[in-house]
Antibody, heavy 121, light 111 residues
């Protein structure tokens, strides 16, 4: 059974960098599928942040692209999200997820429970 | 890209059918068959119910079906059950921009 688990600081100061990790169990991220990050701010709909394939192909939401980096470590079977210059508007529940079929254009099928990140001084 | 437009709330009685609409533009829903629907119970991870407009992932009840006409996608839930009460979000992949957009969500209440 494939499981994803997010981890990282729950509180980040404005202008600093948000760093989260997604640990994957039950499937090797180097075996296939796109893997990504989605966030949901309180009272709003979800927002896709970006997704990657183990060959290095990575797609980002154009509205966040300048501040976001998604990386992965196949040896640890995990991937990470870094978002710099955060503001209060980046306060959200952050989920990692796997797409249902190999291809970024297919729905996000397996999700982590999410980790809440608050941006505040 | 603008968010997709969904009704804020929908409701139905047990056993009835309801449809949630998701309106986009010619740049997203109309042009591509990459519409997905998610069910979200508060405190839980979102659950993929429909992808590629009308396909169901393994284990999803056939009571859930998806369709599309022009720039509007729809999720229909038949034989409503109490456990269907949740927030539902549509999303569409925009191939030209290589990005996903989501709707604002519809809260389904089972009366």
């Amino acid at each position: 059974q494939v499981q994803l688990q997010e981890s990282g600081p729950g509180l980040v100061k404005p202008s600093e960098t948000l760093s989260l990790t997604c640990a994957v169990s039950g499937y090797s991220i180097s075996s296939g599928y796109y893997w990504g990050w989605v966030r949901q701010s309180p009272g709003k709909g979800p927002e896709w942040i970006g997704s990657f394939f183990h060959d290095g192909n990575t797609y980002y939401n154009p509205s966040l692209k300048s501040r976001v980096t998604i990386s992965f470590e196949t040896s640890k079977n995990q991937f990470s999200l870094k978002m710099n210059s955060v503001t209060a508007s980046d306060t959200a529940m952050y989920h990692c997820a796997r797409h249902i079929i190999t291809g970024v254009s297919y729905g996000l099928y397996i999700w982590g429970q999410g980790t809440m990140v608050t941006v505040s001084s | 890209q603008s968010a997709l437009t969904q009704p804020a709330s929908v409701s139905g009685s047990p056993g009835q059918s309801i449809t949630i609409s998701c309106t986009g533009t010619t740049s997203d829903i109309a042009d591509y068959n990459y519409v997905s629907w998610y069910q979200h119970h508060p405190g839980k991870a979102p659950k993929l119910m429909i992808y590629d407009v009308s396909k169901r992932p393994p284990g999803i009840s056939p009571r859930f079906s998806g369709s599309k006409s022009g720039n509007t996608a729809s999720l229909t839930i038949s034989g409503l059950q109490a456990e269907d009460e949740a927030d539902y979000y549509c999303s569409s992949y925009i191939n030209s921009d290589s990005t996903w957009v989501f709707g604002g969500g519809s809260k389904l209440t089972v009366l």
